[in-house]
């Protein structure tokens, strides 16, 4: 059984027979392992029980497999990060909801960048309290980067940010998008309340 306060206090190594109450807690586990040795990760094959619940699946390297091109030039192919990288973690999920890590393989066939860990997809995220954080200081009219560079501060430094300047400028236009359909959307709104209340009215 795996205790996962004390892993966030030190380095985290799967090993087989490791037990984690759930999906997710393996999930943020093996994350949490990729980002200090610096690679990606994903979801590989899995399998369902009679009852079609998940009983066992597989976290890899993402650049696990090989890759097909499927660029039409055949003397311009487009090139592919995978490697058929063997490194991974097989998961069964017991009738509990417990999770037991049954293999690991931890060797990879490629350079590791743990200074670069952050920018794997897997490792790109943010909190609802930094979104939050992020829309009240736009409201407000502070700048991106000044918006940004508070978050760095408060972090600590760039390399303990799970997300870059371009993702929180990319949230910040799609708040201002849907508020912008939601100003737009208001009028008709008022229009609909007052023609169901004067039907309301009639009826009465």
């Known amino acids: 059984m795996v205790n996962m306060e004390v892993l966030t206090c030190e380095k985290v190594v799967p090993k087989a027979n490791m037990m984690l109450n759930s999906e997710k807690e393996v999930h943020n586990f093996y994350i949490e392992y990729a980002r200090q040795e610096g690679f990606g990760i994903t979801k590989q094959s899995t399998r369902s029980g009679d009852d079609g619940k998940l009983k066992y699946y597989t ?8 890759r097909i091109s499927t660029a039409k030039n055949a003397f311009n192919p487009r090139l592919s990060t995978k490697t058929n990288c063997q490194a991974k973690i097989n998961v069964l999920i017991g009738n509990d909801g417990w999770c037991t890590i049954s293999s690991v393989k931890l060797e990879h066939n490629h350079a590791l960048s743990p200074h670069k860990s952050r920018f794997q ?4 995220r943010m909190d609802g309290y930094v979104k939050r954080r992020l829309e009240l200081n736009d409201q407000a009219g502070i700048g991106l980067s000044k918006n ?3 978050l760095v501060v408060e972090s600590g430094g760039y390399e303990n940010l799970t997300y870059t300047e371009k993702i929180t400028e990319i949230i910040l236009q799609k708040q201002g998008s849907s508020d912008l359909v939601l ?6 709104a008022i229009i609909f309340l007052v023609c169901i209340r004067k039907i309301q009215i009639v009826f009465t």
């Open 121 to 124: 997809k897997c490792n790109k």
């Open 183 to 188: 100003g737009m959307l208001k009028p008709f």
């Open 59 to 66: 976290l890899a390297c993402v650049r696990g497999g090989r």
């Open 148 to 150: 940004f560079h508070s």
